[in-house]
Each structure stands twice: as structure tokens, then as C-alpha cells.
């Protein structure tokens, strides 16, 4: 069974009133399938749709036209989200709450048990290194910090399929190798992670296979082991190819 | 089918209730004791007389338009974190739906109204034990009354904001329901009157009929006419008045914010 299957999703956002309505593609016609315990690495420029992409496959905007399911159930519905896990790009958390908070808050909408819950809160936030900063207010974290409750966050419910916008964003060096061990380690437990980035270099270490949105479009799929050269030619190749078209 | 829905729409008031409190939106209180007492003093020095009765009429008109600011803010705060910081995207790309995260946030949203009246009202009884002014059980019902229209209040101006394309639109809209709302006899007033031409008549019509008439919530005027009794059968309907309005506005907050994207 396919982790992930999209099929022919189509994405267009309206703005404006209705006498000055303004129309933005975002998706036209995107057919991707992604297999069980697959690390999959969507690579494209900023505004290519990557992002629409997963908000789509999370239930945050609805598709225009066109299908998208994980694991064989609707992505979006509510039993579908309790086996999957997101990181936005850039997650914000309410500043007065604290990291034991958040996640617990977060907790009891995965419907961790009580008994449960302070360990494996306990357990995500000593692997983001954040254990004795739990009871710290959120406004006084820094961008990297607030992305490491962000992957904290992720590790909450054991979750089958994982939805990472941009994981490195924000982390400084360190950070970006822990993020990235964090990652190979779900690899390894055979979780399916889909993987939003433009930062190509993380692609080669990460991902099985890769896909390339260019203006709404999946111009490219490719097994990372069958790219010849570094993937960052490959990546700028395709593109151009595609602007030429 | 989602699962242990009031578990989850619970875990959501606790966390607007927390929020509200680490945000200090009852820091409100503060002012509204201020106003009270800074009041109280004033009227012994103006009407030594009626000082009773005019210091448990603004106090409870105090009362209402703090707790109209406490639930503005506390819709503002919320409203602002989740959606313009985005801390919504990730609370509702857990398994929770739509409409269960709108109800938790209601309910979050009356905890805060509830605990604000409940230290208001032990304010007010305080000036009112200090200042020897003897008030009867008639109160909790003013007190009652008054809770209904703030809660009606929330239910509708969490359904704005679900259909407005921005906060601010929609705070604007709810607080201009609110005024009106309090000027529904002046509305009946103009359509009755026959110098209203029949296009404004029309207009105020359905506003008449569509915005809540928040002066059925109003007792407090009543508490002395009616020699400190009101009648039940009329506390029952202004409850079902409450409890219909709250739902129908709910309802339509949740279809919205259903297919709201964020």
C-alpha cells in the first residue's frame, strides 16, 4: 500500500471581492505516490507549491480539484491525522504557555493517555535537548529552540507518516545534525516521511527518492541513488529545462 | 467518528483559559475594582441619598461592559496567536475536528467570561458590605441575565470571526451587533414611527429581527420596580432566547470555520 497517494490535485487560491477577484495557481495536476517506510524529498523554489502541497495532505487548505489520501484514508480527515505528524515551516506556539505545556496540550488532542503522557513528553523533549528548559516560558526561545518543540512535538504520537516543511529552518549547525539524526532515526523505526526543503544538501543523507515542483507542476521524480553527480546540478538542470519548455 | 471529543474539546478550554490568564487579560479586573471604588467615592460625595441604589447600578453596568472587554480580548489574543502566528496549523493537523476546537475555544472563552463575573460580583458585594448597602438573592439573577448575553455574545463573534477574512473585520462587526443589540426598543421605535420612509423601514426590519436584542438580558433596571422579584417563566425565556441564539450563532461558526483555510 502507498503511504501517500495524490492524484491530479489542483490548487488554485482566490482573493479579493467578488468585483476585483484575483486567482493564483498553486497546483495544477499533481500525481505523486510515496510507499510505506519511503523517505520522500520534495525539492522546488520558493513559491513552486510545496508548501500548499502539505497543507493540503494535512487538512489546512482543500484541494480546487483532484484527490489526496494517506495510508488509504482522506488526508485530512481526523482519524488520518491521529496516525500522521507535521512540522510547519517556522512553527509558532502561544509565548506564555511553556514547552510541558504545549505538549501536553498537544498530547491530549492525540489522545495520549494520562499515564502516559509526562513520559513520553519527558522522552521527545530530552531527544530535542530541551528537557531542562520545560518549564520556560515559549517568548523567551530562540527560532532554533522553538523549532526544536516544533520536532519535539512530531514525537508525540508514534505516528506513521511525517510531514517536515523545511525541518533546518532557523537551526544552527548542531541543531541541524541533531534534526537530521532525529529524521534517520524515524528512517530507521520504517516511518514514511515527506520531506519539503530547498536546502538540496540534506536530500543526499536523508531521502530515497526525490520529486521537483516547478510552478505548480511535479516536473521530476528520481531515486536518489540513481542521480549521476550532485543532486544540486541535477535540481538546477531540471528547472531550466523546464523554464525552456 | 471522532474519538473522546469532549476530552479533546476540554483540553482546548483549559488551554484558552491558560492562555488568557498567562496573557493577563484579567488584569481587567484591576481597572473595573478601580472604576467601582474610585465611583462609589464619588457618588457619597454627590447623592448621599440614593447612594445604594446608583452604586449597584454601576457597578452591574460596570460589570457588563468589562466583561464585554474581557471577552473581546480574550477573542482578540486567541484569534491573533492562532491565526496570524499560525499556531493553528498545528493544533488542527492533530485529530481533532473542526468543530470540536470551535466548541473548546467557546467554552475556554466562557471559563475566562465566568471567572471574570465571579470576581466582579465579589467586588460588588464587598463595596456593597463595607458601604452597608444590603443587596438580596435578586442579584445572582441580574448577574445571570447579563452572563446569558456575554455568552450569546462569544457564540456570535466567534462565528464572525469564522466567516471574516480578518480578525479586526470581524471584532468590528461583533462589537457593532453588541451596540445595536442594546438598541433594538430604539429601532422599534423609528419603524413604528411614520415619518420613517419604508426603505430605512425595511433595513431596520431585519435587523430588528436578526440581531439579538440584548435588552431582554437587562434586569438589573427592573430590580427595584418589580420589589426584588422577578418573574421565572420570564428568566426561562430569556434562557431558551440565550441558549437558541448561542446555538443557531455556533452553528454557523462551525460550518464556517469548517471550510476556512488557514
Known sequence: ?245 | MEKNKFGKILAVAQNVLNECIRHKVLNILFVFALALIGGSLLIEELSPGAQGRTLINVGYANMEIFGFLTLMLSIFIMTFEEVEMRNLWLSLTKPISRSSYLLGKFLGITFVLLLTIAVMSIIIMGIAFFGRISLNLNYILIVYSMTLGLLLTIAFTLAFISIATNLTTGLIFSSFVFLIGHLTEHLKAIIENPLTSEAVKVALFIVYYITPNFSIFNLKDKAYMVDGRFDLSYILLITLYAAVYTFISLLIGTRAFKKKEL
Open chain 1, 1 to 245: 500500500m502507498n503511504a501517500i497517494e495524490v492524484k491530479n490535485l489542483k490548487k488554485t487560491y482566490i482573493s479579493g471581492h467578488f468585483w476585483n477577484r484575483k486567482r493564483a495557481v498553486a497546483l495544477c495536476g499533481v500525481d505523486l505516490k510515496i510507499k510505506e517506510k519511503e523517505v520522500f524529498g520534495l525539492l522546488g523554489l520558493n513559491g513552486a507549491g510545496k508548501t500548499t502541497l502539505i497543507k493540503i495532505m494535512t487538512g489546512l487548505v482543500f484541494p480546487t480539484f483532484g484527490s489526496a489520501s494517506i495510508l488509504g484514508k482522506p488526508a485530512g480527515d481526523v482519524q488520518t491525522r491521529k496516525e500522521m505528524a507535521y512540522l510547519p515551516e517556522m512553527p509558532y506556539f502561544p509565548r506564555y504557555l511553556t514547552p510541558l505545556e504545549i505538549l501536553d496540550f498537544y498530547a491530549r488532542l492525540y489522545e495520549v493517555p494520562r499515564k502516559n503522557r509526562k513520559e513520553i513528553i519527558s522522552v521527545a523533549l530530552l531527544k530535542v535537548g530541551l528537557y531542562e528548559k520545560k518549564n520556560i516560558k515559549l517568548k523567551e526561545f530562540s527560532k532554533g529552540m522553538l523549532q526544536k518543540v516544533g520536532i519535539a512535538q512530531l514525537l508525540l504520537n508514534d505516528a506513521k507518516v511525517f510531514f517536515l516543511d523545511e525541518p533546518t529552518y532557523g537551526l544552527d549547525p548542531l541543531a541541524t545534525k541533531q534534526m537530521r539524526d532525529i529524521i534517520l532515526e524515524l528512517k530507521k523505526a520504517g516511518k514514511t516521511i515527506f520531506l519539503n526543503t530547498h536546502q538540496v544538501s540534506e536530500v543526499k543523507q536523508i531521502c530515497d527518492r526525490i520529486g521537483i515542483l516547478n510552478k505548480g507542476r511535479l516536473i521530476s521524480e528520481a531515486e536518489v541513488k540513481n542521480i549521476k553527480g550532485s543532486i544540486e546540478s541535477y535540481f538546477v538542470k531540471k528547472v531550466a529545462d523546464d523554464g525552456k519548455e
